[in-house]
């Protein structure tokens, strides 16, 4: 009865008793079987075009309250769910988990050869599909001569960055190798530039290496992604829900993992965040068939394009109207915020800085419903998360990428550290960015994040204390109760917190009294 119970509240506002006797809820239910669902195929220019020119998904109302992000529990936290895990923030890792991702350590073996099974030499980004000694299957990709080093050191930098920001990866490694690691596998077919395939010789290995660097050993360096557990179905959507995924109940433009994102993209310029590029598979969770979402392909980060330097327009759309016109009626004399960006020259990163970044400004290649529909409460809970980064974490992750050039890496980190305090500085000044409430001596107390983290405090903060009616979600005040003692009144309590330095910002605090012990249960930000 609480799985049902808990979709329903997912799906619309249920009016009458708020808590339930679990509530605050830390997982999704167990799924329900998915059975057999068919893989689906996205075109990547009908992706772009239809997200571009048409009306996807349901966008926030141009008038009225403004619909707020589900799939959370009721403190306003994403559950464990098959989109996304807590992890950094929630539960604080380790640099050795920080820099391992989502990985046991499993890059291919080497005890062995590597079995080409597939390969792609035509287009800008060649690559191959092999299964080593282990019968592991990966996805290898490579730099492009002008860069080495960028696009696999962008790969494996931000898988480990979203991994440790809750969401599902694969589990890619920086490989080196020599040509004589490779043996192809009888059969294998390949596609020339008309499309047309042909049995794949060893020729075309060689051919396929001549587009890629050297090392100065010899050897080829390459970004090995091990293959993601399940049975691929295809890509999922930003905006609505997958109809045959009976648990697929909340749209995705309001999931707070998917609105919030946008941040986390944002940090990393993550601008390729397409559905293209991300993964559904079928894999048993609990013991069930059911699906699970993942983001994938990170080779277009931290100043990559995979095959070359990210364009210095990244972090804007494609196209736009208003600024079509703009740049029409002004001559071009009038250029847009990232042509004043300066790029230092080092062709391990690409293009990417700090110091034109805005974190509000920025978007991806072409616009998502998920992204735009997120409002102040989706960016602190992103916010939250990219300023628990510490200085070393962020220098260990890099570390990753095997940058050859110090300077390159130490320039990677700058900017990683800056475009991180603006996010902070820009959306912990939108709500009070208080959290990690909880009950201590029998006082209400919490975390000023904008104060640990060096962006001044939230001054005054005052607490008026109400009798709350759970049944009929309801709130009574305590005119005598004021102040962090919890009062001794009732089973519900709700905990009014406000500054007058900051008017329209308040946080309301529910309280629930059982047997004796007092928590938080329930958790709403006004702006």
Not at 98 to 110: A, E, F, K, V
Request: positive net charge.
């Amino acid at each position: 009865m609480k799985r049902i119970a808990f979709f329903l509240l997912l799906a619309s506002p249920v009016p009458g008793q708020r808590f339930l006797a679990d509530d605050p809820l830390e997982r999704e239910p167990r799924p329900r079987s998915v059975g057999q669902l068919l893989n689906r195929k996205f075109s990547d220019y009908y992706d772009l075009f239809s997200n571009q020119f048409a009306e996807r998904g349901k966008k926030q109302p141009k008038s009225g309250p403004p619909v707020r992000a589900l799939a959370v529990n009721t403190l306003g936290e994403p559950l464990d769910s098959s989109w996304y895990q807590r992890r950094h923030y929630y539960r604080r890792m380790s640099i050795e988990e920080l820099t391992r991702g989502p990985g046991q350590r499993t890059p291919p073996s080497t005890a062995g050869k590597w079995t080409v099974v597939a390969a792609k030499s035509e287009g800008v980004t060649p690559g191959f599909t092999i299964i080593d000694s282990e019968k592991r299957r990966y996805f290898v990709k490579f730099d492009p001569l002008t860069n080495p080093e960028m696009a696999t050191a962008a790969d494996s930098i931000s898988a480990r960055f979203f991994y440790a920001l809750g969401y599902y990866v694969p589990d890619n490694y920086i490989v080196y190798f020599k040509p004589d690691q490779l043996e192809l596998r009888e059969a294998v077919e390949i596609a020339d530039s008309t499309g047309k395939t042909r049995p794949m010789t060893r020729d075309d290995i060689s051919v396929i290496l001549k587009k890629v660097p050297l090392t100065k050993d010899g050897s080829y360096r390459a970004t090995a992604s091990l293959a993601v557990e399940g049975k691929p179905i295809g890509p999922p959507r930003y905006y609505g829900t997958r109809k045959d995924d009976p648990n697929d109940v909340v749209p995705h433009e309001h999931r707070r993992d998917l609105r919030g994102l946008q941040v986390f993209c944002a940090w990393l310029d993550h601008d390729d965040s397409r559905s293209i590029n991300n993964l559904d598979t079928i894999v048993d969770i609990d013991g069930v068939p059911a699906v699970r979402h993942y983001l994938l392909d990170f080779g277009s980060t931290l100043g990559s394009a995979s095959f070359r330097p990210n364009s210095p327009r990244s972090g804007d759309y494609y196209f736009t109207w208003k600024g079509s016109a703009k740049e029409l009626f002004t001559l071009g004399l009038m250029p847009p915020y990232w042509a004043f960006a300066h790029y230092p020259d080092y062709p391990s990163i690409g293009r990417f800085e700090w110091k034109v970044f805005n974190p509000e400004k920025w978007v991806p290649e072409y616009p998502n419903v998920a992204f735009s529909n997120r409002l102040p409460d989706d960016e602190f809970w992103a916010a939250k998360q990219v300023m628990a980064f510490r200085d070393d974490e962020i220098k260990a992750i890099v570390g990753v990428g095997q940058y050859s050039d110090p300077k390159a890496a130490g320039w990677l980190e700058e900017c990683l550290r800056e475009r991180r305090n603006k996010i902070g500085k820009v959306y912990f000044a939108k709500v009070l960015p208080l959290d990690r409430f909880r009950i201590e001596a029998g006082g209400l107390k919490w975390d000023d994040l904008a104060k640990e983290h060096g962006l001044g405090g939230v001054e005054d903060v005052k607490v008026n204390w109400s009798r709350f009616d759970n049944k009929a979600n309801a709130k009574t005040a305590l005119p005598a109760a004021a102040g962090n003692a919890v009062p001794n009144e009732g089973e519900y309590l709700a905990a009014d917190l406000t500054s007058a330095a900051r008017p329209k910002q308040t946080v309301t605090v529910y309280v629930r009294r059982n047997a004796g012990a007092v928590s938080v249960v329930g958790l709403d930000r006004t702006w």
